[in-house]
Protein backbone atom coordinates (compact mmCIF):
# COMPACT_ATOMS: atom_id res chain seq x y z
CA UNK A 1 0.00 0.00 0.00
CA UNK A 2 2.70 2.78 0.80
CA UNK A 3 3.86 1.54 -2.91
CA UNK A 4 0.87 2.90 -4.16
CA UNK A 5 0.97 5.87 -1.76
CA UNK A 6 4.47 6.22 -3.34
CA UNK A 7 3.48 6.19 -7.21
CA UNK A 8 0.53 8.38 -6.93
CA UNK A 9 2.02 10.84 -5.06
CA UNK A 10 4.87 11.18 -7.66
CA UNK A 11 2.68 11.05 -10.27
CA UNK A 12 0.85 13.31 -9.26
CA UNK A 13 4.02 15.99 -8.55
CA UNK A 14 5.30 14.84 -12.14
CA UNK A 15 1.44 15.65 -14.00
CA UNK A 16 1.52 19.37 -11.84
CA UNK A 17 4.70 20.44 -12.63
CA UNK A 18 4.10 20.03 -16.29
CA UNK A 19 1.18 21.57 -16.34
CA UNK A 20 2.39 24.16 -14.19
CA UNK A 21 5.40 24.39 -16.48
CA UNK A 22 3.19 24.70 -19.74
CA UNK A 23 1.22 27.29 -18.14
CA UNK A 24 4.04 29.59 -17.11
CA UNK A 25 5.27 29.31 -20.75
CA UNK A 26 2.08 30.59 -22.25
CA UNK A 27 1.49 33.18 -19.81
CA UNK A 28 5.43 34.09 -20.58
CA UNK A 29 4.37 33.77 -24.45
CA UNK A 30 2.05 35.90 -23.40
CA UNK A 31 4.12 38.66 -21.86
CA UNK A 32 6.71 38.97 -24.48
CA UNK A 33 3.99 39.34 -27.25
CA UNK A 34 2.61 41.94 -24.93
CA UNK A 35 5.90 43.62 -24.73
CA UNK A 36 6.22 43.82 -28.20
CA UNK A 37 3.35 45.77 -28.43
CA UNK A 38 4.28 47.86 -26.05
CA UNK A 39 7.83 48.55 -27.86
CA UNK A 40 5.73 48.94 -31.16
CA UNK A 41 3.57 51.71 -30.00
CA UNK A 42 6.40 53.44 -27.80
CA UNK A 43 8.38 53.46 -31.34
CA UNK A 44 5.69 54.87 -33.15
CA UNK A 45 5.21 57.69 -30.73
CA UNK A 46 9.12 58.63 -31.20
CA UNK A 47 9.06 57.93 -35.10
CA UNK A 48 6.31 60.84 -34.60
CA UNK A 49 8.44 62.60 -32.29
CA UNK A 50 11.53 62.50 -34.81
CA UNK A 51 9.79 63.60 -37.75
CA UNK A 52 8.44 66.60 -35.59
CA UNK A 53 12.18 67.33 -34.66
CA UNK A 54 13.90 66.79 -37.67
CA UNK A 55 15.78 70.52 -38.51
CA UNK A 56 15.12 71.94 -41.92
CA UNK A 57 17.62 71.97 -44.57
CA UNK A 58 19.92 69.50 -45.49
CA UNK A 59 22.07 67.27 -43.07
CA UNK A 60 25.57 68.21 -42.14
CA UNK A 61 27.88 68.25 -39.57
CA UNK A 62 27.40 72.13 -39.14
CA UNK A 63 23.59 71.16 -39.29
CA UNK A 64 22.70 68.36 -37.26
CA UNK A 65 19.32 66.64 -37.37
CA UNK A 66 18.42 66.33 -33.88
CA UNK A 67 19.53 68.47 -31.10
CA UNK A 68 21.96 66.76 -28.24
CA UNK A 69 19.05 66.15 -25.61
CA UNK A 70 17.00 64.44 -28.46
CA UNK A 71 20.07 62.47 -29.21
CA UNK A 72 20.17 61.47 -25.47
CA UNK A 73 16.59 61.00 -25.63
CA UNK A 74 17.31 58.12 -28.33
CA UNK A 75 20.19 56.48 -27.20
CA UNK A 76 18.08 55.83 -23.45
CA UNK A 77 15.01 54.49 -25.33
CA UNK A 78 17.41 51.72 -26.92
CA UNK A 79 17.15 53.28 -30.53
CA UNK A 80 20.10 51.86 -33.12
CA UNK A 81 19.55 54.25 -35.88
CA UNK A 82 16.97 56.03 -37.72
CA UNK A 83 16.79 56.52 -41.24
CA UNK A 84 14.42 59.08 -43.45
CA UNK A 85 13.69 60.34 -46.76
CA UNK A 86 11.59 63.41 -46.74
CA UNK A 87 10.24 62.48 -50.42
CA UNK A 88 11.14 59.71 -52.82
CA UNK A 89 13.05 61.56 -55.12
CA UNK A 90 15.32 63.37 -51.96
CA UNK A 91 18.18 61.67 -50.21
CA UNK A 92 18.12 59.01 -47.94
CA UNK A 93 19.54 60.60 -44.42
CA UNK A 94 20.54 58.31 -41.65
CA UNK A 95 21.58 59.01 -37.85
CA UNK A 96 23.13 56.10 -35.78
CA UNK A 97 25.09 53.31 -36.81
CA UNK A 98 22.53 51.31 -38.97
CA UNK A 99 23.89 47.41 -39.43
CA UNK A 100 24.40 46.37 -42.81
CA UNK A 101 22.59 43.27 -42.85
CA UNK A 102 19.37 44.99 -41.16
CA UNK A 103 18.37 47.36 -44.26
CA UNK A 104 15.70 50.09 -43.50
CA UNK A 105 15.20 50.68 -46.94
CA UNK A 106 12.58 48.44 -48.27
CA UNK A 107 10.40 49.30 -45.04
CA UNK A 108 11.13 53.66 -45.88
CA UNK A 109 9.53 52.60 -49.31
CA UNK A 110 6.72 50.79 -48.40
CA UNK A 111 5.55 53.62 -45.37
CA UNK A 112 6.25 56.37 -48.12
CA UNK A 113 3.93 54.60 -50.64
CA UNK A 114 1.58 53.81 -48.10
CA UNK A 115 -0.34 55.57 -45.23
CA UNK A 116 0.11 52.52 -42.95
CA UNK A 117 2.91 51.81 -40.43
CA UNK A 118 5.35 49.20 -41.67
CA UNK A 119 6.87 46.69 -38.78
CA UNK A 120 9.32 43.65 -39.18
CA UNK A 121 11.85 41.65 -37.27
CA UNK A 122 15.39 40.89 -37.61
CA UNK A 123 17.28 38.35 -35.36
CA UNK A 124 16.42 35.62 -32.63
CA UNK A 125 18.31 36.31 -28.45
CA UNK A 126 17.79 33.60 -25.64
CA UNK A 127 15.78 34.88 -22.62
CA UNK A 128 16.11 32.63 -20.42
CA UNK A 129 13.31 30.19 -21.53
CA UNK A 130 13.33 30.23 -24.94
CA UNK A 131 14.52 32.01 -28.50
CA UNK A 132 13.14 35.79 -29.28
CA UNK A 133 13.20 38.49 -31.29
CA UNK A 134 15.97 40.90 -30.80
CA UNK A 135 15.24 44.03 -33.13
CA UNK A 136 12.37 45.67 -33.90
CA UNK A 137 12.24 47.59 -37.21
CA UNK A 138 9.43 50.27 -38.16
CA UNK A 139 8.56 52.62 -40.50
CA UNK A 140 5.85 55.80 -41.14
CA UNK A 141 5.23 58.50 -43.16
CA UNK A 142 6.48 61.51 -42.75
CA UNK A 143 3.42 62.60 -42.65
CA UNK A 144 0.32 61.28 -42.00
CA UNK A 145 -2.49 59.86 -44.08
CA UNK A 146 -0.37 61.18 -47.03
CA UNK A 147 1.37 59.30 -49.24
CA UNK A 148 4.18 59.94 -51.41
CA UNK A 149 5.61 62.10 -48.79
CA UNK A 150 8.90 60.81 -47.01
CA UNK A 151 9.20 58.63 -44.73
CA UNK A 152 10.91 58.20 -41.37
CA UNK A 153 12.14 54.68 -40.15
CA UNK A 154 13.91 53.40 -36.62
CA UNK A 155 15.82 50.29 -35.52
CA UNK A 156 15.49 48.99 -31.94
CA UNK A 157 16.74 46.34 -29.99
CA UNK A 158 14.13 44.43 -28.70
CA UNK A 159 16.57 43.46 -25.10
CA UNK A 160 14.56 45.23 -22.67
CA UNK A 161 11.61 43.07 -23.69
CA UNK A 162 14.48 39.97 -23.30
CA UNK A 163 15.68 41.31 -19.77
CA UNK A 164 12.24 41.94 -18.28
CA UNK A 165 11.75 37.80 -18.77
CA UNK A 166 15.00 36.85 -17.58
CA UNK A 167 14.41 38.82 -14.71
CA UNK A 168 11.04 36.76 -13.46
CA UNK A 169 12.88 33.12 -13.62
CA UNK A 170 13.91 32.69 -10.02
CA UNK A 171 10.42 34.06 -9.36
CA UNK A 172 8.69 32.05 -12.38
CA UNK A 173 10.77 28.66 -10.77
CA UNK A 174 9.83 29.39 -7.11
CA UNK A 175 6.20 29.89 -8.13
CA UNK A 176 6.19 27.16 -10.02
CA UNK A 177 7.50 24.94 -7.16
CA UNK A 178 5.53 26.25 -4.35
CA UNK A 179 2.17 25.70 -6.52
CA UNK A 180 2.85 22.05 -7.56
CA UNK A 181 3.84 21.76 -3.75
CA UNK A 182 0.50 22.98 -2.27
CA UNK A 183 -1.82 21.19 -5.25
CA UNK A 184 0.59 18.01 -5.01
CA UNK A 185 -0.63 18.26 -1.09
CA UNK A 186 -4.16 19.21 -1.79
CA UNK A 187 -4.43 16.42 -4.19
CA UNK A 188 -2.70 13.56 -2.63
CA UNK A 189 -4.40 14.19 0.30
CA UNK A 190 -7.75 14.07 -1.43
CA UNK A 191 -6.97 11.08 -3.08
CA UNK A 192 -5.68 9.36 0.16
CA UNK A 193 -9.20 10.11 1.31
CA UNK A 194 -11.11 8.64 -2.05
CA UNK A 195 -8.80 5.95 -2.77
CA UNK A 196 -6.30 4.82 -0.23
CA UNK A 197 -8.30 4.53 3.29
CA UNK A 198 -11.27 2.82 1.38
CA UNK A 199 -8.94 0.19 -0.41
CA UNK A 200 -6.96 -0.61 2.85
CA UNK A 201 -10.04 -0.70 4.58
CA UNK A 202 -10.94 -3.62 2.38
CA UNK A 203 -7.70 -5.17 2.52
CA UNK A 204 -7.99 -4.98 6.88
CA UNK A 205 -11.64 -6.74 6.23
CA UNK A 206 -10.35 -9.50 3.72
CA UNK A 207 -7.57 -9.94 6.08
CA UNK A 208 -9.56 -10.57 9.07
CA UNK A 209 -11.61 -12.72 7.42
CA UNK A 210 -13.09 -16.19 8.75
CA UNK A 211 -15.16 -18.61 7.27
CA UNK A 212 -17.60 -17.98 9.61
CA UNK A 213 -18.02 -14.34 8.68
CA UNK A 214 -21.62 -14.00 6.21
CA UNK A 215 -20.55 -10.45 4.82
CA UNK A 216 -16.70 -9.82 5.43
CA UNK A 217 -17.19 -6.54 3.44
CA UNK A 218 -18.98 -3.65 5.58
CA UNK A 219 -20.88 -1.45 2.52
CA UNK A 220 -20.39 2.27 4.54
CA UNK A 221 -23.05 5.07 4.34
CA UNK A 222 -21.93 6.76 1.48
CA UNK A 223 -23.00 5.55 -1.94
CA UNK A 224 -20.20 5.58 -4.35
CA UNK A 225 -17.42 2.80 -6.78
CA UNK A 226 -16.11 1.44 -3.56
CA UNK A 227 -19.37 1.05 -1.68
CA UNK A 228 -20.54 -1.02 -5.09
CA UNK A 229 -16.76 -2.71 -5.17
CA UNK A 230 -17.26 -3.91 -1.49
CA UNK A 231 -21.00 -5.51 -2.69
CA UNK A 232 -19.27 -6.72 -5.33
CA UNK A 233 -16.35 -8.46 -3.28
CA UNK A 234 -19.25 -9.74 -0.93
CA UNK A 235 -21.31 -11.65 -3.65
CA UNK A 236 -18.10 -12.90 -4.72
CA UNK A 237 -17.47 -14.45 -1.60
CA UNK A 238 -20.59 -15.88 -0.79
CA UNK A 239 -19.90 -17.44 -4.27
CA UNK A 240 -16.68 -18.93 -3.45
CA UNK A 241 -18.24 -20.36 0.32
CA UNK A 242 -21.17 -22.19 -1.68
CA UNK A 243 -18.78 -23.56 -4.33
CA UNK A 244 -16.41 -24.87 -1.39
CA UNK A 245 -18.88 -26.24 0.08
CA UNK A 246 -20.11 -28.05 -3.37
CA UNK A 247 -16.51 -28.93 -4.37
CA UNK A 248 -15.90 -30.15 -0.17
CA UNK A 249 -19.24 -32.78 -1.31
CA UNK A 250 -17.67 -33.78 -4.43
CA UNK A 251 -14.54 -34.47 -3.00
CA UNK A 252 -15.83 -36.68 -0.82
CA UNK A 253 -18.20 -38.09 -3.29
CA UNK A 254 -15.20 -38.94 -5.43
CA UNK A 255 -13.33 -40.40 -2.63
CA UNK A 256 -15.71 -42.75 -1.88
CA UNK A 257 -16.59 -43.85 -5.41
CA UNK A 258 -12.44 -43.97 -5.90
CA UNK A 259 -12.41 -46.61 -2.78
CA UNK A 260 -15.28 -48.42 -4.62
CA UNK A 261 -13.22 -48.87 -7.52
CA UNK A 262 -10.00 -49.44 -5.98
CA UNK A 263 -12.22 -52.34 -3.90
CA UNK A 264 -13.40 -53.57 -6.86
CA UNK A 265 -10.07 -53.40 -9.37
CA UNK A 266 -8.50 -55.33 -6.44
CA UNK A 267 -11.04 -57.82 -7.07
CA UNK A 268 -11.08 -58.14 -10.74
CA UNK A 269 -7.14 -58.66 -9.92
CA UNK A 270 -7.89 -61.16 -7.67
CA UNK A 271 -10.44 -62.92 -9.89
CA UNK A 272 -7.85 -62.62 -12.97
CA UNK A 273 -4.91 -64.08 -11.40
CA UNK A 274 -7.57 -66.99 -10.16
CA UNK A 275 -8.96 -67.35 -14.08
CA UNK A 276 -4.79 -67.02 -15.13
CA UNK A 277 -4.18 -69.51 -12.57
CA UNK A 278 -7.19 -72.48 -13.35
CA UNK A 279 -6.02 -71.59 -17.04
CA UNK A 280 -2.62 -72.24 -16.57
CA UNK A 281 -3.14 -75.34 -14.05
CA UNK A 282 -5.44 -76.53 -16.90
CA UNK A 283 -2.91 -76.20 -20.11
CA UNK A 284 -0.10 -78.06 -17.70
CA UNK A 285 -2.46 -80.78 -16.91
CA UNK A 286 -3.96 -81.55 -20.67
CA UNK A 287 -0.13 -80.73 -21.76
CA UNK A 288 1.75 -82.78 -19.45
CA UNK A 289 -1.02 -85.35 -18.32
CA UNK A 290 -1.36 -86.54 -22.10
CA UNK A 291 2.36 -87.28 -22.37
CA UNK A 292 2.54 -88.81 -19.12
CA UNK A 293 -1.01 -91.10 -19.71
CA UNK A 294 1.19 -91.79 -23.00
CA UNK A 295 4.15 -93.36 -20.89
CA UNK A 296 2.22 -95.01 -18.75
CA UNK A 297 0.97 -97.29 -21.85
CA UNK A 298 3.99 -97.85 -23.25
CA UNK A 299 5.62 -98.69 -19.35
CA UNK A 300 2.63 -101.49 -19.34
CA UNK A 301 3.59 -102.57 -22.37
CA UNK A 302 7.10 -103.24 -21.99
CA UNK A 303 6.29 -105.00 -18.62
CA UNK A 304 4.74 -107.94 -20.72
CA UNK A 305 7.07 -110.98 -21.31
CA UNK A 306 5.94 -111.75 -24.73
CA UNK A 307 6.98 -108.69 -26.28
CA UNK A 308 9.53 -108.74 -29.28
CA UNK A 309 12.80 -106.75 -28.99
CA UNK A 310 12.11 -104.38 -31.77
CA UNK A 311 8.75 -103.17 -30.38
CA UNK A 312 10.44 -102.64 -27.23
CA UNK A 313 12.95 -100.50 -28.74
CA UNK A 314 10.24 -98.65 -30.55
CA UNK A 315 8.07 -98.28 -27.53
CA UNK A 316 11.11 -96.90 -25.47
CA UNK A 317 11.63 -94.19 -28.12
CA UNK A 318 8.30 -92.83 -27.83
CA UNK A 319 8.39 -93.19 -24.27
CA UNK A 320 11.33 -90.99 -24.74
CA UNK A 321 9.90 -88.92 -26.80
CA UNK A 322 7.22 -87.71 -24.67
CA UNK A 323 9.83 -87.50 -21.94
CA UNK A 324 11.63 -84.95 -24.38
CA UNK A 325 8.02 -83.25 -24.98
CA UNK A 326 7.47 -82.73 -21.13
CA UNK A 327 11.11 -81.12 -20.88
CA UNK A 328 10.36 -78.72 -23.75
CA UNK A 329 7.56 -77.99 -22.14
CA UNK A 330 8.98 -77.11 -18.59
CA UNK A 331 11.77 -75.62 -20.01
CA UNK A 332 9.76 -72.68 -22.25
CA UNK A 333 7.69 -72.15 -18.64
CA UNK A 334 10.79 -71.45 -17.08
CA UNK A 335 11.80 -69.01 -20.45
CA UNK A 336 8.57 -67.84 -19.73
CA UNK A 337 8.93 -66.74 -16.51
CA UNK A 338 12.22 -66.01 -16.06
CA UNK A 339 14.36 -62.33 -15.46
CA UNK A 340 16.31 -60.92 -17.81
CA UNK A 341 20.02 -61.80 -17.14
CA UNK A 342 22.25 -58.65 -17.94
CA UNK A 343 25.13 -60.88 -18.06
CA UNK A 344 23.45 -62.87 -21.01
CA UNK A 345 22.54 -60.60 -23.32
CA UNK A 346 24.74 -59.82 -26.47
CA UNK A 347 24.69 -57.70 -29.46
CA UNK A 348 23.19 -59.57 -32.40
CA UNK A 349 23.03 -58.59 -35.99
CA UNK A 350 19.62 -59.35 -37.03
CA UNK A 351 20.00 -59.58 -40.61
CA UNK A 352 22.63 -62.68 -40.46
CA UNK A 353 20.46 -64.43 -38.14
CA UNK A 354 17.46 -64.38 -40.27
CA UNK A 355 19.50 -65.46 -43.15
CA UNK A 356 20.33 -68.22 -42.00
CA UNK A 357 17.22 -69.21 -40.29
CA UNK A 358 15.90 -69.25 -43.98
CA UNK A 359 18.20 -71.36 -45.37
CA UNK A 360 17.77 -73.99 -42.10
CA UNK A 361 13.61 -73.85 -42.55
CA UNK A 362 13.97 -74.01 -46.58
CA UNK A 363 14.99 -77.91 -46.60
CA UNK A 364 11.66 -78.88 -44.51
CA UNK A 365 9.48 -80.57 -46.10
CA UNK A 366 5.94 -78.91 -46.54
CA UNK A 367 2.96 -80.45 -48.10
CA UNK A 368 3.41 -77.38 -50.41
CA UNK A 369 5.91 -75.13 -52.13
CA UNK A 370 6.88 -71.89 -49.98
CA UNK A 371 8.48 -69.07 -51.97
CA UNK A 372 11.27 -67.04 -49.11
CA UNK A 373 12.13 -63.99 -49.55
CA UNK A 374 13.88 -61.11 -47.54
CA UNK A 375 14.24 -57.22 -48.13
CA UNK A 376 16.44 -55.90 -45.78
CA UNK A 377 15.93 -52.11 -45.85
CA UNK A 378 17.64 -51.72 -41.88
CA UNK A 379 20.86 -50.10 -42.44
CA UNK A 380 21.51 -50.52 -39.01
CA UNK A 381 20.72 -54.12 -37.52
CA UNK A 382 22.59 -55.00 -34.27
CA UNK A 383 20.51 -55.10 -30.83
CA UNK A 384 21.65 -56.25 -27.35
CA UNK A 385 19.74 -59.21 -26.48
CA UNK A 386 19.64 -63.19 -25.98
CA UNK A 387 20.81 -64.82 -28.40
CA UNK A 388 19.25 -67.92 -28.10
CA UNK A 389 16.24 -66.68 -27.02
CA UNK A 390 16.18 -64.00 -30.08
CA UNK A 391 17.01 -67.20 -32.36
CA UNK A 392 13.85 -69.05 -30.70
CA UNK A 393 12.01 -66.17 -30.84
CA UNK A 394 12.28 -65.53 -35.02
CA UNK A 395 12.14 -68.96 -35.90
CA UNK A 396 8.79 -69.71 -33.76
CA UNK A 397 7.13 -66.88 -35.80
CA UNK A 398 8.59 -68.50 -39.18
CA UNK A 399 7.29 -72.15 -38.26
CA UNK A 400 4.09 -70.71 -37.38
CA UNK A 401 3.64 -68.93 -40.77
CA UNK A 402 4.71 -72.26 -42.45
CA UNK A 403 1.94 -73.84 -40.35
CA UNK A 404 -0.80 -71.36 -41.31
CA UNK A 405 0.26 -71.94 -44.73
CA UNK A 406 0.00 -75.57 -44.72
CA UNK A 407 -3.86 -75.24 -43.34
CA UNK A 408 -4.57 -73.39 -46.59
CA UNK A 409 -5.98 -75.07 -49.58
CA UNK A 410 -3.57 -75.52 -52.25
CA UNK A 411 -2.80 -71.99 -53.49
CA UNK A 412 -0.83 -70.64 -56.44
CA UNK A 413 1.24 -67.94 -53.78
CA UNK A 414 2.34 -69.85 -50.89
CA UNK A 415 5.11 -67.12 -49.89
CA UNK A 416 6.94 -65.47 -46.31
CA UNK A 417 8.58 -62.28 -46.59
CA UNK A 418 10.72 -61.20 -43.97
CA UNK A 419 11.31 -57.16 -44.15
CA UNK A 420 13.09 -54.73 -42.01
CA UNK A 421 13.76 -51.13 -41.94
CA UNK A 422 14.77 -48.96 -39.50
CA UNK A 423 13.04 -46.25 -37.30
CA UNK A 424 12.74 -43.69 -34.70
CA UNK A 425 10.52 -44.55 -30.92
CA UNK A 426 8.45 -42.16 -29.89
CA UNK A 427 11.00 -42.00 -27.31
CA UNK A 428 13.46 -40.99 -29.81
CA UNK A 429 15.38 -44.20 -29.50
CA UNK A 430 16.29 -45.78 -32.77
CA UNK A 431 14.70 -49.09 -33.19
CA UNK A 432 14.88 -51.77 -36.26
CA UNK A 433 11.40 -53.13 -36.71
CA UNK A 434 10.88 -56.58 -38.59
CA UNK A 435 8.22 -57.62 -40.36
CA UNK A 436 7.62 -61.58 -40.95
CA UNK A 437 4.74 -61.80 -43.60
CA UNK A 438 3.05 -64.58 -45.10
CA UNK A 439 -0.27 -66.02 -47.21
CA UNK A 440 -1.37 -68.19 -44.36
CA UNK A 441 -4.81 -68.84 -43.43
CA UNK A 442 -4.84 -65.91 -41.15
CA UNK A 443 -5.99 -65.41 -37.62
CA UNK A 444 -9.85 -64.65 -36.11
CA UNK A 445 -10.25 -61.47 -34.29
CA UNK A 446 -10.87 -63.21 -31.34
CA UNK A 447 -8.11 -65.37 -31.31
CA UNK A 448 -6.07 -62.48 -31.91
CA UNK A 449 -6.92 -60.99 -28.18
CA UNK A 450 -5.75 -64.01 -27.00
CA UNK A 451 -2.84 -64.91 -29.38
CA UNK A 452 0.03 -63.99 -26.58
CA UNK A 453 -1.62 -65.62 -23.89
CA UNK A 454 0.25 -68.86 -22.22
CA UNK A 455 -1.11 -72.63 -23.33
CA UNK A 456 -3.22 -70.86 -26.35
CA UNK A 457 -2.96 -72.50 -29.72
CA UNK A 458 -5.24 -73.29 -32.15
CA UNK A 459 -3.31 -76.34 -33.37
CA UNK A 460 -4.22 -79.74 -33.04
CA UNK A 461 -3.04 -81.34 -29.85
CA UNK A 462 0.56 -82.68 -29.87
CA UNK A 463 0.80 -80.73 -32.48
CA UNK A 464 1.74 -76.84 -30.29
CA UNK A 465 2.33 -76.37 -26.75
CA UNK A 466 0.87 -72.75 -26.93
CA UNK A 467 3.86 -71.32 -25.22
CA UNK A 468 5.98 -70.32 -28.37
CA UNK A 469 3.79 -66.51 -28.44
CA UNK A 470 4.27 -66.50 -24.97
CA UNK A 471 7.78 -66.76 -24.69
CA UNK A 472 8.27 -64.56 -27.49
CA UNK A 473 6.04 -61.69 -25.98
CA UNK A 474 8.25 -62.01 -22.90
CA UNK A 475 11.47 -61.89 -24.21
CA UNK A 476 10.89 -59.08 -26.94
CA UNK A 477 9.70 -57.00 -24.17
CA UNK A 478 12.67 -57.71 -21.74
CA UNK A 479 14.93 -56.66 -24.47
CA UNK A 480 12.91 -52.90 -24.98
CA UNK A 481 11.34 -53.92 -28.00
CA UNK A 482 7.36 -54.89 -28.94
CA UNK A 483 5.65 -57.52 -30.73
CA UNK A 484 2.18 -57.29 -31.93
CA UNK A 485 0.00 -59.29 -35.07
CA UNK A 486 -1.78 -58.13 -37.61
CA UNK A 487 -3.73 -60.85 -39.32
CA UNK A 488 -6.93 -61.10 -41.16
CA UNK A 489 -9.11 -64.55 -41.35
CA UNK A 490 -8.04 -66.37 -44.91
CA UNK A 491 -5.84 -63.22 -45.99
CA UNK A 492 -2.41 -64.00 -43.88
CA UNK A 493 -0.69 -62.53 -41.12
CA UNK A 494 1.86 -60.17 -40.01
CA UNK A 495 4.35 -60.31 -37.31
CA UNK A 496 5.94 -57.07 -36.71
CA UNK A 497 8.78 -57.13 -33.72
CA UNK A 498 10.30 -53.76 -32.87
CA UNK A 499 14.09 -53.83 -31.10
CA UNK A 500 15.87 -50.79 -30.16
CA UNK A 501 19.41 -50.77 -31.65
CA UNK A 502 22.35 -51.51 -29.46
CA UNK A 503 23.70 -47.81 -28.25
CA UNK A 504 27.21 -48.73 -30.26
CA UNK A 505 24.87 -48.18 -33.39
CA UNK A 506 23.41 -45.03 -35.11
CA UNK A 507 20.37 -45.05 -38.12
Same mark, same amino acid.
Given at each position: ????? /??? *? ?6 L ?10 I? %?????N ?23 ? /? ?31 ? %? ?19 ? !? ?18 ? +? ?24 L ?10 ? @? ?25 ? +? ?38 ? /????? *? ?12 ? +?A????? @????? %????? +? ?68 T ?10 L???L?? !? ?27 ? *? ?32 ? %? ?12 I??T??GI? @? ?24 A ?37
Amino acid at each position: MHTLK /VQL *GLTLSVLLFISMLLFGFVIL %MLWQRNGITQEIRGSENLLYFAAASIAPGE /VSANNPPFTDDIQSFFNDNGILCLQWQNSPDRP %MHSHGSCPEDLPLAPLLSAAA !TSTKTQTGYSGMSWNGFFLS +KQYLLIATPLIPDQTNQGAIALIRSLDSVSSSIRETR @KIFFAYLIINVLIFTTIGFTRLINLVI +KPIERLSRLADSRTDLDATPFLSGERLGEFTQLSLSLNRL /VTRID *GDKQELRHSVESLK +KANDELQ @KNRDE %MIRAE +KLASIGRLSAGLAHEIGNPLGIIQGYIDLLTEQTLSNSDRKAFSKRATQELDRINTLIRNLLDLSRTPVTSSAETIDIHPLLTNLIQ !TVRVRKTRLPIRYSTDFQATASEVLSDSD *GLRQVFLNCILNSIDAIEETVDSADNSISIHTEN %MVSKNERNCIITTIKDTGAGIS @KENQEAIFDPFFTTKEVGKGTGLGLAVAHNLIKKSGGTISISSKRGRGTSVIITLPLSLSQKK
